[in-house]
C-alpha cells in the first residue's frame, strides 16, 4: 500500500509539473469573471490596456498550444488521421468562439469573419506552409507525401473558399454587399455537405490516403515515450477549452475597444484571431515537416484551412442572423488577387507528391507579400 500510495503521489506531481499552465488559465478566468468591471473600466490608460490586451492573448494562446500538445499525444496513439482531425476540430472551435464574441460584444463589423478567414488562409497556406517545407527540406533534397490525400484537401478546399470568399464579390444581395437569406443557406448547406463527405472519406473507406508513412524509426522512438492514456488526454484537451470558452469572450473587449475608439483598421480583429488561432497549428505542423513526417504536416494544415472554411462560414451566418450582425464575405481589390494566388501556387505545390526548398520559398514570399498588403491599408 506505501508504495502504491508513492507511486500515485509521484504520478500527481508529474501532472502538476506538466500542467501548470492550466492553473494560470483557470486564475485569469476567475479574475475576470469577479473583476472584470474595474478591469475593463481603465482601458483608456494605454499602459493598462496593453498589460490586459497581452495578458489575456497570452493565457488564451497558451491554453491553445495546451490543446496542440494534447491533440499531438491523441495523434501518436490513435494514429493518422484521427489525431489530426481532432486537433483541427479544437482550434475552429476556438476560433468560431473568437469570432462570434467578437461580433456580439462590439458594433457591427460585417467584415470581421471574411478577414479572420482570409487572414487564416494567408497565415496557413503560405506562412506555415512555406517554413515546413523549407524547415523539412533543409537537410533532404526533398520529402514526399501521399499525393491521393493532398488532391482531396484541395479538391474541397478550393471550391469552398471560392464560394465563401470570391463569389459573394460579384453576386451582392438586396442589402448591397451582404448575401441574400437564400444565398447564405445555401452556402451553409454546401460547406457543411462538403465537409461531412470529406470527413466520411477521411476516416472511412480511404484513410490510407492520410496515413503518416514517413520514419518509422521516429515513430517507433515516439511510441516508446507514450506514458498516458487516451483518456488522460482527452479529458485534459477538454479541460483547457473551458478556459479558453470564457477568455475569448474577455479578449473581444480590448479588440473592440480598439476598432472602435482607436479606429484600428477592420481587418485588426481578423488578423489578432487569425493569429491566436494559426500558431498552435503552425509550431506542431513544423515539428512535423522538420521530423520528415511531411503528411502529418499536410494534415495539419490544409485540413486545419478546409475545417475553417467548411465549419467556421456556416457558424458566422447563423450567428449573424441569431444576433442580427450581417456580414460580408467577398474579398475586394488586392486580397482577391493574393487569394487567387495562394490557391493557385498551393495546387502546384501539391500536385507531384514531392516538396522541396523552393517551394518553401515561394510561399514564405507570398506570406510577406500578404504583410506588406494589410500594413500598407
Known amino acids: 500500500m506505501t508504495d502504491g500510495s508513492a507511486l500515485h503521489t509521484i504520478g500527481l506531481a508529474g501532472i502538476v509539473r506538466e500542467e501548470w499552465f492550466f492553473g494560470v488559465s ?63 476540430l479544437a482550434i475552429t472551435s476556438i476560433e468560431v468562439m473568437a469570432i462570434s464574441a467578437v461580433m456580439r460584444h462590439g458594433e457591427n463589423n460585417p467584415t470581421l469573419a471574411r478577414d479572420t478567414l482570409f487572414a487564416v488562409v494567408m497565415i496557413i497556406l503560405n506562412g506555415m506552409v512555406g517554413l515546413s517545407l523549407l524547415l523539412g527540406a533543409w537537410r533532404r533534397e526533398d520529402q514526399q507525401h501521399n499525393l491521393h490525400g493532398a488532391n482531396a484537401y484541395l479538391g474541397v478546399i478550393v471550391p469552398l473558399a471560392t464560394l465563401s470568399l470570391v463569389m459573394p464579390t460579384f453576386l451582392a444581395g438586396p442589402d448591397g454587399p451582404h448575401p441574400s437569406t437564400p444565398r447564405q443557406m445555401f452556402l451553409g448547406i454546401v460547406s457543411i455537405g462538403l ?79 487569425a493569429v491566436l488561432v494559426a500558431t498552435p497549428e503552425a509550431i506542431s505542423a513544423v515539428r512535423a515537416s522538420v521530423a520528415n513526417h511531411l503528411q502529418r504536416a499536410i494534415n495539419i494544415f490544409l485540413g486545419s484551412v478546409l475545417s475553417t472554411i467548411g465549419l467556421t462560414v456556416p457558424a458566422m451566418l447563423a450567428i ?58
Not at 233 to 246: G, Q, R, S
Not at 339 to 364: D, E, K, P
Open 195 to 273: 465537409y461531412s463527405v470529406f470527413l466520411l472519406l477521411q476516416a472511412g473507406r480511404h484513410h490510407r490516403y492520410f496515413a503518416d508513412d514517413g520514419n518509422h524509426h521516429e515513430q517507433h522512438i515516439v511510441s516508446m515515450r507514450r506514458h498516458r492514456s487516451v483518456w488522460h488526454h482527452a479529458v485534459l484537451l477538454l479541460a483547457y477549452m473551458v478556459p479558453v470558452v470564457f477568455l475569448v469572450e474577455q479578449l473581444a473587449r480590448p479588440i473592440d475597444y480598439v476598432i472602435e475608439t482607436l479606429r484600428a483598421p477592420a481587418a485588426f480583429g481578423g488578423v489578432v484571431m
Open 26 to 88: 483557470v486564475a485569469t478566468s476567475l479574475a475576470f469573471l469577479v473583476f472584470s468591471g474595474p478591469i475593463f473600466a481603465q482601458l483608456s490608460e494605454p499602459l493598462w490596456f496593453i498589460v490586459i490586451f497581452f495578458w489575456l492573448f497570452a493565457v488564451v494562446l497558451g491554453s491553445a498550444l495546451s490543446v496542440v500538445r494534447h491533440a499531438d499525444h491523441l495523434a501518436e496513439q490513435l494514429q493518422e488521421p484521427y489525431g489530426t482531425l481532432i486537433l483541427t
Open 320 to 377: 449573424s442572423h441569431l444576433y442580427g450582425h450581417p456580414v460580408t464575405l467577398g474579398l475586394q481589390g488586392p486580397d482577391l488577387v493574393m487569394f487567387v494566388l495562394t490557391l493557385a501556387v498551393s495546387i502546384i505545390t501539391f500536385s507531384s507528391g514531392r516538396t522541396n526548398l523552393m517551394q518553401g520559398a515561394v510561399h514564405l514570399m507570398l506570406f510577406v507579400s500578404y504583410v506588406l498588403l494589410i500594413t500598407q491599408q
